[in-house]
């Protein structure tokens, strides 16, 4: 186990959002880490705390509706978590370093990628895997077809039953997300994890609109993923990887499945190290 976190929180229009921070000195460069799909920072401890011990200072975000952030359980808005980003940058600037990244694991690689090109002080970005919300809301899906129909033909409609919750057992094949299933037990168990998104939630995906094109991208990122990912495998991370910024994203494949940040921490750690030593 690395170092301990400190809690703290910021405000987003009232909100309290929660957020795990491991501090350094001054001089060390910030990562700000979003979590997966109805995760929270303090389930990553053990990673970011190995990332705070390799010279970073580290901030977890609980996303509203999500852990500990205020907020009803499972129901928010896509533009909501890209907001808080904003506004831990401008904490984060001010108490550490404007040298500040951004990470994201799972579904939070796709805030990454969106809050990277709504926000001009991220100076670099490692996307955990990723998706065009656009085109890619099916990607991970047990039914992708299912719902690409739904998203396609029905958006108008759902809109009516905004605050329905969509369970994530059955939206997800969650033996595909992780392996180990006594850590799947584990998961399953934690009180502050979140089963449900809201119908409503999931339309603020695909409505939502960023500030620029993927091919504006101006500031490094990579799409990072398991060579055995079964939810963004790597012929999907190298489709996307092609639309970003006018050279591409770099992608880079590691050994292991979906949980790389949990399941394969000796393999994952060194290319998140590498990454940011680099490019903050």
Request: hydrophobic content about 45%; some cysteine; glycine content about 8%.
């Amino acid at each position: 186990m690395g170092s301990k976190p400190e809690f703290a929180h910021v405000l987003l229009n009232g909100k309290k959002i929660h957020i795990d921070v491991y501090p350094n000195t001054a001089d060390m460069p910030v990562i700000l880490f979003i979590p997966g799909m109805g995760c929270y920072a303090g389930l990553y401890a053990e990673f970011l705390g190995a990332l705070a011990d390799s010279g970073f200072t580290v901030i977890g975000i609980d996303p509203p509706g999500l852990g500990r952030s205020d907020g009803p359980r499972g129901r928010f808005e896509f533009h909501e978590v890209v907001d808080c980003v904003s506004v831990i940058i401008s904490h984060a600037a001010a108490r550490f370093s404007e040298r500040i990244g951004v990470l994201g694991s799972s579904l939070g690689g796709t805030y990454a990628l969106y809050a990277t090109l709504n926000e001009s002080r991220i100076k670099s970005t490692f996307c955990h895997g990723a998706m065009d919300i656009s085109q890619d809301l099916h990607i991970p899906t047990r039914f992708p077809a299912i719902v690409q129909f739904l998203v396609r033909y029905f958006r108008g409609a759902a809109r009516i039953i905004s605050k329905l919750p969509v369970p994530l057992k059955v939206l997800v094949n969650w033996n595909h997300v992780v392996e180990s299933q006594n850590l799947l037990r584990s998961i399953k168990n934690d009180p502050l994890m979140v089963w449900y998104y809201s119908m409503g939630s999931w339309i603020s995906f695909v409505d939502y609109r960023p500030g620029k094109e993927f091919k504006e991208l101006s500031t490094p990122l990579t799409i990072v993923t398991g060579e055995s990912d079964l939810l963004f495998p790597p012929s999907h991370c190298a489709k996307l990887a092609e639309k970003i910024s006018s050279q591409g994203a770099l992608l880079q494949i590691v050994p292991g499945g979906h949980f790389l940040p949990m399941e394969y921490l000796p393999a994952f750690l060194p290319v998140v190290v590498g990454w940011f030593a680099k490019t903050l």
